[in-house]
């Protein structure tokens, strides 16, 4: 797959240097449809909440931090994170080392680190980040497309931190760590003839991962997923459950605030993993497809501004953090419709939480700055 994008594409320094979205290095364009999720989300969760007005009002608080940190990242010209890419890293990967050593164990997984009295916060989220920028730190110094020795050093970046956060457990997030990592190199021109074979070796490896690797209840999920029927009352609950509430709406839905599966408590997790089975059951088949549309509008105008990225670190980083954001897009409305396991992974920009939220939107500044600072 090719990276060979144009590189003489109008700057935003031309013509436009008095806009505020130049000085302040953001693409109007996005913000714009960034901001559409985002109320389009904080309506549904108001729904979601079911009258809890202190969990809205703290989404609204951290939806402002994460406004913050998306600003903040796109100031940083390229050549900051090009530098420091490695650091942040190795910083990502001592937190996650921590964080099996001293971290928070919640609902049996130990996710999070707790600084008393200030916040919490989940170290696997920065590996979001930064995995694909240290992938791309190291291939940028390389003819592409990489050579098989720089291929295995690149997925060996990719698997330590994967790794680590399956530890703990999170599959999800290993999964988009996994990912991010994984689109660089094909962003980067990887040879579809080691892509299949990938796939092949994974396929053969198959039985080995299924038995010393997945853990009980994470076989249960995907046995289930074949058939929620066999445990409707157990395993099978949370696909019957949100399959229920979707198919409920039909096409137009019950309207806002009139979920019956989520208000009475049918539902599972309705304010974080499975949040679009309330618009599918609030607002019908219409409500789904319009936050569908707005999630492939953001793809679309985040991959246009990868194109335009003055550098090839640029286009690698900010092309995988679109592909990113599409993987976590699909993982979860897979999961919620029957398609894939459960793995919790939240809708992004939509789910209540903060830690996911903030790092989607400095990944959606990182974007902005690798195609706004074009002279570096």
């Known amino acids: 797959m090719s990276l060979d994008f144009q590189r003489s594409l109008p700057s935003y320094s031309s013509g436009a240097a008095s806009s505020w979205y130049a ?14 999720v985002v109320l389009f989300g904080l309506v549904i969760l108001s729904s979601a909440v079911d009258g ?36 942040i890293y190795l910083v990502g990967l001592g937190l996650l080392i921590l964080v099996l050593v001293v971290g928070v164990k919640v609902k049996g997984s130990q996710r999070w680190i707790d600084i008393p009295g200030l916040f919490r916060f989940q170290p696997s989220e920065l590996m979001k980040i930064a995995v694909p920028m240290a992938v791309a730190w190291y291939l940028q110094q390389r003819m592409l497309p990489p050579s098989l020795k720089h291929t295995l050093f690149s997925l060996l970046i990719i698997a330590v931190p994967a790794f680590l956060i399956g530890v703990e457990p999170d599959l999800g997030t290993s999964i988009l760590v ?18 299949f074979g990938a796939f092949a070796l994974i396929a053969a490896a198959a039985p080995l991962l299924w038995q010393f690797v997945l853990k009980d209840y994470q ?12 445990d409707p009352l157990g395993a099978g609950w949370n696909i019957i459950q949100s399959t229920t509430a979707i198919g409920s709406g039909g096409v137009f839905g019950k309207g806002l605030y009139q979920g ?42 985040g991959l246009f501004l990868a194109a335009q990225a003055g550098s090839t670190f640029g286009r690698l980083v900010a092309g995988a953090l679109v592909m990113t954001f599409f993987i976590y897009l699909f993982v979860n409305i897979a999961m919620v419709s029957g398609i894939l396991p459960v793995v919790g992974v939240p809708l992004p920009l939509v789910s209540y939480g903060g830690t996911s939220a ?19």
């Open 23 to 36: 000085r302040i290095h953001v693409d109007p364009m996005l913000l714009l449809l960034i901001t559409g």
């Open 260 to 301: 019956s599966q989520s208000y009475l408590d049918f539902l599972p997790e309705a304010r974080t993993d499975f949040i679009v089975a309330v618009v599918g059951e609030e607002l019908g088949f219409v409500g789904v497809a319009f936050l569908l549309t707005l999630y492939l509008l953001i793809i679309a105008r």
């Open 52 to 87: 809890n007005d202190a969990l809205f009002y703290a989404q609204v608080r951290r939806m402002g931090l994460a406004y913050a940190a998306l600003i903040i990242a796109a100031q940083l010209p390229p050549a900051i994170y090009l530098r420091w890419a490695p650091f």
């Open 178 to 195: 996994a990912g991010a990592g994984v689109a660089v190199l094909l962003l980067a021109g990887l040879s579809w003839r080691w892509i």
């Open 219 to 230: 076989q249960q999920r995907i046995l289930t997923l074949f058939d929620p029927q066999s």
């Open 358 to 376: 903030i790092t989607l939107m400095a990944g959606f500044g990182i974007i902005m700055s690798m195609r706004t600072h074009k002279a570096w």
